[in-house]
């Protein structure tokens, strides 16, 4: 598989390591970005990396919850250029969309986008080309969640990520402001600490057998450490793995606002608080663009295409 320059400053970004050595991982893995990544953290050159290309382009991740329904939606809508993304016509028609998932519950994006927009008559496809017109940038929904039950939501730098987390409690409590604070501080951690997992029996079992395999390389690659006694790599190695779930399990995170707490252990903290039940059953994280490849405008040959 062939690889350009471009490919070595992109696993450059995601790794943090030299161009020669990105260079170096990439012709030993035939081009492939996933195995090169593997390559440079055998060698104990790169840290473990989430599996999150580079955020690109523009528009808005909206995360909204309708309390009274019980229904939780974050979507993403895609605009051309981050100027469009701040326009109150494009901000007020994510925002309907996020309310006519709530209502229609669509089973897709295609489904959506013949759905009525919340309202109005038109579709939201309808809608959407005329805002096309009107604003002169192509725009697209791109993808959606919708849950229901007890939803707690927060949103980032203006749409630039959206988080969902549910909960399971009563209605009493989630009607709390201590339960409303709580909510929102764990989505908030989130959107900063990006986590992989809930929690460590979320991990798919073959990522825990993959990061023991990496784990065993880099103890092979350095002299000092394979040389040590069969049972105390095996130590360090289940050492290492508890630390991958600290990093990547959401409960098992230090909770950001305050490092006495775990996240599991700051909810189980309000839970007494508030004399009920509250446990985290999943979470939700858009971030705008990711995955997207940003459109690249060159200056010098829009000119030249002018003349």
């Given at each position: 598989?062939?690889?350009?320059?471009?490919?070595?400053?992109?696993?450059?970004?995601?790794?943090?390591?030299?161009?020669?050595?990105?260079?170096?991982?990439?012709?030993?893995?035939?081009?492939?970005?996933?195995?090169?990544?593997?390559?440079?953290?055998?060698?104990?050159?790169?840290?473990?990396?989430?599996?999150?290309?580079?955020?690109?382009a523009e528009?808005?991740?909206?995360?909204?919850?309708?309390?009274?329904?019980?229904?939780?939606?974050?979507?993403?809508?895609?605009?051309?250029?981050?100027?469009?993304?701040?326009?109150?016509?494009?901000?007020?028609?994510?925002?309907?969309?996020?309310?006519?998932?709530?209502?229609?519950?669509?089973?897709?994006?295609?489904?959506?986008?013949?759905?009525?927009?919340?309202?109005?008559?038109?579709?939201?496809?309808?809608?959407?080309?005329?805002?096309?017109?009107?604003?002169?940038?192509?725009?697209?929904?791109?993808?959606?969640?919708?849950?229901?039950?007890?939803?707690?939501?927060?949103?980032?730098?203006?749409?630039?990520?959206?988080?969902?987390?549910?909960?399971?409690?009563?209605?009493?409590?989630?009607?709390?402001?201590?339960?409303?604070?709580?909510?929102?501080?764990?989505a908030m951690?989130?959107?900063?600490?990006?986590?992989?997992?809930?929690?460590?029996?979320?991990?798919?079992?073959?990522?825990?057998?993959?990061?023991?395999?990496?784990?065993?390389?880099?103890?092979?690659?350095?002299?000092?450490?394979?040389?040590?006694?069969?049972?105390?790599?095996?130590?360090?190695?289940?050492?290492?793995?508890?630390?991958?779930?600290?990093?990547?399990?959401?409960?098992?995170?230090?909770?950001?606002?305050?490092?006495?707490f775990t996240?599991?252990?700051?909810?189980?903290?309000?839970?007494?608080?508030?004399?009920?039940?509250?446990?985290?059953?999943?979470?939700?994280?858009?971030?705008?663009?990711?995955?997207?490849?940003?459109?690249?405008?060159?200056?010098?040959?829009?000119?030249?295409?002018?003349?």
């Amino acid at each position: 598989m062939a690889f350009t320059a471009k490919d070595v400053q992109a696993l450059r970004e995601k790794t943090g390591v030299g161009m020669m050595d990105c260079k170096k991982a990439l012709v030993a893995s035939d081009g492939d970005m996933d195995k090169a990544i593997d390559f440079l953290r055998e060698k104990g050159l790169a840290a473990a990396t989430k599996k999150a290309s580079r955020i690109a382009a523009e528009g808005m991740v909206l995360a909204y919850y309708d309390e009274a329904a019980k229904v939780g939606v974050v979507v993403e809508v895609n605009s051309e250029t981050d100027f469009v993304a701040k326009n109150e016509k494009f901000t007020t028609f994510v925002s309907n969309i996020a309310k006519t998932i709530v209502a229609e519950n669509p089973a897709d994006v295609a489904a959506l986008n013949a759905t009525k927009l919340a309202g109005g008559d038109k579709t939201v496809e309808e809608v959407r080309q005329e805002l096309v017109l009107s604003i002169g940038e192509n725009m697209n929904v791109r993808r959606f969640e919708r849950v229901e039950g007890v939803v707690s939501t927060y949103i980032h730098g203006g749409g630039t990520v959206g988080v969902m987390v549910m909960f399971d409690t009563d209605d009493a409590a989630a009607a709390t402001d201590a339960f409303k604070t709580m909510g929102k501080d764990v989505a908030m951690q989130i959107a900063a600490m990006n986590p992989l997992y809930l929690d460590q029996a979320s991990v798919p079992a073959d990522v825990i057998d993959h990061e023991k395999e990496i784990l065993m390389a880099q103890i092979k690659e350095d002299p000092k450490m394979s040389s040590k006694p069969e049972k105390v790599i095996e130590g360090i190695i289940s050492g290492k793995i508890k630390k991958y779930y600290k990093e990547n399990c959401l409960v098992e995170q230090e909770f950001v606002k305050n490092g006495d707490f775990t996240v599991a252990g700051y909810i189980e903290s309000v839970a007494k608080e508030l004399g009920a039940s509250v446990k985290a059953t999943g979470f939700i994280r858009y971030a705008k663009g990711e995955g997207l490849q940003k459109r690249e405008d060159n200056f010098a040959d829009e000119v030249a295409s002018m003349m």
